[in-house]
């Protein structure tokens, strides 16, 4: 299956522990995404890639979340010292251009 | 700023009978792109059809078609034949260049049960 992968598929935390997630894109797909969903509601924008640079962030996105994407291939994200409220489902999508995103399992997280 | 609202939280159908999912969206922008992206309980989201703004023709995907009105600002999603398969959430989406993310933009969803 060459479709977009992420682990860990779920995350069980402290609060005010750091949590990394990783995600693989589809290969030739140069644009990457991350989004959050929580419980009833669609996902919002966190932020996005086109290769390697981190071209946008979401005011979602606080000082305590970070992403990477190097070498413009794979890409982490990285809560800091967590809260409950981060408790979500974290998706990362990626593209080949303009026309549709395609979306990985997702991660879950759960922060006690 | 896009928004997009799907007024109807849930839906249902009887197996092999057509439904309608409507989607409402705002923007401002000339060069956009809908979305209708369908989440099954406990699955990844997959893409069902998409629309270029430009086109006037309805994009159509087997059983699944749209009504696209852009004067109206409404993209309905419809979806012939229903099977069990198809039950899941249903998520109205909307993409313009802004930066150039085309990042997504997402109704609340409408959750879709499919009655054997």
């Known amino acids: 299956d060459t479709g977009v992968s992420q682990d860990p598929r779920h995350k069980i935390t402290k609060r005010g522990q750091n949590v990394t997630f990783r995600c693989d894109p589809i290969?030739?797909?140069?644009?990457l995404y991350w989004y959050r969903q929580t419980l009833g509601q669609g996902p919002e924008f966190l932020t996005y890639f086109q290769n390697e640079a981190q071209l946008e962030k979401s005011r979602l996105l606080s000082d305590r979340f970070s992403a990477e994407r190097p070498k413009g291939s794979f890409s982490t994200l990285e809560i800091q010292r967590t809260e409950q409220g981060d408790s979500a489902m974290y998706l990362c999508?990626?593209?080949?251009?303009?026309?549709?995103?395609?979306f990985g399992p997702g991660t879950r997280l759960t922060v006690t | 700023a896009q928004t997009v609202t799907q007024s109807q939280p849930e839906m249902s159908v009887q197996e092999a009978e057509t439904v309608t999912l409507s989607c409402t969206y705002d923007?401002?922008?000339?060069?956009?792109?809908l979305f209708w992206y369908k989440q099954p309980p406990s699955r990844q989201m997959i893409l069902v059809i998409r629309?270029?703004?430009?086109?006037?023709q309805n994009a159509t995907e087997n059983r699944f078609s749209v009504n696209f009105q852009k004067a109206a600002k409404s993209f309905s999603l419809k979806i012939s034949d229903s099977q069990l398969g198809d039950a899941a959430m249903y998520f109205c989406?909307?993409?313009?260049?802004?930066?150039?993310?085309?990042?997504?933009?997402f109704g609340k969803g409408t959750k879709l049960s499919v009655i054997p």
């Open positions: 923007t401002s922008e000339s060069d956009y792109y």
């Open positions: 999508a990626s593209s080949p251009g303009t026309f549709g995103q395609y």
């Open positions: 989406a909307s993409s313009y260049s802004g930066a150039g993310s085309y990042q997504l933009t």
């Open positions: 290969s030739e797909h140069n644009r």
């Open positions: 629309q270029e703004a430009y086109k006037q």
